[in-house]
């Protein structure tokens, strides 16, 4: 499998802006669409039982996260909320476009600057949906984030993240700080080398790697370093051997390890 790098995922999004045509506005509504169809899919008991929580950052996860309300709610799904911690100084253009269409189309939305408190009502709610910070994050998530992150995980209830679990190192696998604990990440065009490292494993849960449209040729010719070697792989590449063969028919291994007195890795 093919993975991109945080640069190579920025490269790509870039790419596909300036050579292919595919405007942010396009590729983010893409974006939130697949990711609510995915939702509805896997988490439709959570959506008919109660109320689903869409939490969205000021930046273009958040816009992403601002998308995905709007296919829900037109797809039925009306008991839901957005609650929003997007500073106004550090909201992105498209962040406040997807907003004006959140507004319009009546879904409520609640500023946890202005009201912090309401952040409590996430515990409330059957389904919660990251969409705080993207793979571009690189810092611990600190002050009301971190809190934010701290009530989601603590809620015990079903979290999807967008993109990436928020707090994430997505090269590294790093989770320093607040990290969200996701039961199942949602990511667009590659999965992330982080997603299978370190803490990623444990905090992404189920992966799904969707389609937005990126165009085959800025995958393949961006995202060349880093690939997830798989069981399938492993199949198609490993030599297949007979079922009378034993370990003399395959070549001898040397080990050279060890020091005197501390044989045991060796041997091992």
Same mark, same amino acid.
């Given at each position: 499998?093919?993975l991109?790098?945080?640069?190579?995922?920025? *490269?790509?999004?870039?790419?596909?802006?300036?050579?292919?045509?595919?405007?942010?506005?396009?590729?983010?509504?893409?974006?939130?669409a697949?990711?609510?169809?995915?939702?509805?899919?896997a988490f439709?008991?959570?959506l008919?039982?109660?109320?689903?929580?869409?939490?969205?950052?000021? &930046? %273009? %996860?958040?816009?992403?996260?601002?998308?995905?309300?709007?296919?829900?709610?037109?797809?039925?799904?009306?008991?839901?909320?957005?609650?929003?911690?997007?500073?106004?100084?550090? #909201?992105s253009?498209?962040f406040k476009?997807q907003?004006?269409?959140?507004?319009?189309?009546?879904?409520?939305?609640?500023?946890?600057?202005?009201?912090? *408190?309401?952040? *409590?009502?996430?515990?409330?709610?059957?389904?919660i949906?990251?969409?705080?910070?993207?793979?571009g994050?690189?810092?611990?998530?600190?002050?009301d984030?971190?809190?934010?992150?701290?009530?989601?995980?603590?809620?015990k209830? #079903?979290?999807?993240?967008i993109?990436?679990?928020? &707090?994430?190192?997505?090269?590294?696998?790093?989770?320093?700080?607040? +990290?969200?604990?996701?039961?199942?990440?949602?990511?667009?065009?590659?999965?992330?080398?982080?997603?299978?490292?370190?803490? &990623?494993?444990?905090?992404?849960?189920?992966?799904?790697?969707?389609?937005?449209g990126?165009?085959?040729?800025?995958?393949?010719?961006?995202?060349?370093?880093?690939?997830?070697?798989?069981?399938?792989?492993?199949?198609?590449?490993l030599p297949?051997?007979l079922?009378?063969?034993?370990?003399?028919?395959? &070549?001898?291994?040397? +080990?050279?390890?060890?020091?005197?007195?501390?044989?045991?890795?060796?041997?091992?």
């Amino acid at each position: 499998m093919r993975l991109a790098t945080v640069k190579q995922s920025q *490269e790509v999004d870039d790419l596909s802006q300036k050579a292919y045509g595919l405007t942010g506005e396009i590729l983010m509504e893409a974006a939130g669409a697949v990711a609510s169809r995915e939702i509805d899919q896997a988490f439709f008991p959570e959506l008919a039982r109660g109320l689903a929580a869409i939490v969205c950052g000021p &930046g %273009n %996860n958040g816009g992403d996260g601002l998308v995905l309300a709007r296919h829900l709610h037109s797809a039925g799904h009306r008991d839901l909320i957005v609650l929003t911690m997007a500073p106004k100084d550090r #909201q992105s253009a498209l962040f406040k476009l997807q907003m004006g269409r959140v507004k319009s189309q009546g879904i409520r939305v609640i500023d946890l600057i202005e009201n912090p *408190e309401k952040m *409590e009502q996430l515990r409330s709610a059957e389904l919660i949906v990251d969409a705080l910070f993207g793979i571009g994050l690189s810092r611990r998530l600190e002050g009301d984030f971190a809190r934010l992150v701290d009530v989601m995980n603590s809620s015990k209830k #079903q979290i999807v993240s967008i993109d990436c679990p928020s &707090g994430l190192n997505c090269d590294t696998g790093v989770a320093g700080g607040s +990290v969200v604990r996701a039961a199942m990440t949602v990511t667009f065009g590659l999965a992330k080398p982080g997603f299978f490292v370190g803490d &990623g494993p444990t905090h992404c849960g189920k992966l799904k790697v969707l389609p937005i449209g990126f165009p085959f040729e800025a995958l393949r010719g961006v995202a060349t370093s880093h690939f997830l070697f798989t069981e399938r792989l492993a199949r198609r590449y490993l030599p297949r051997r007979l079922e009378t063969s034993n370990k003399s028919d395959h &070549g001898h291994l040397l +080990v050279l390890a060890g020091h005197e007195g501390m044989w045991g890795a060796g041997l091992l």
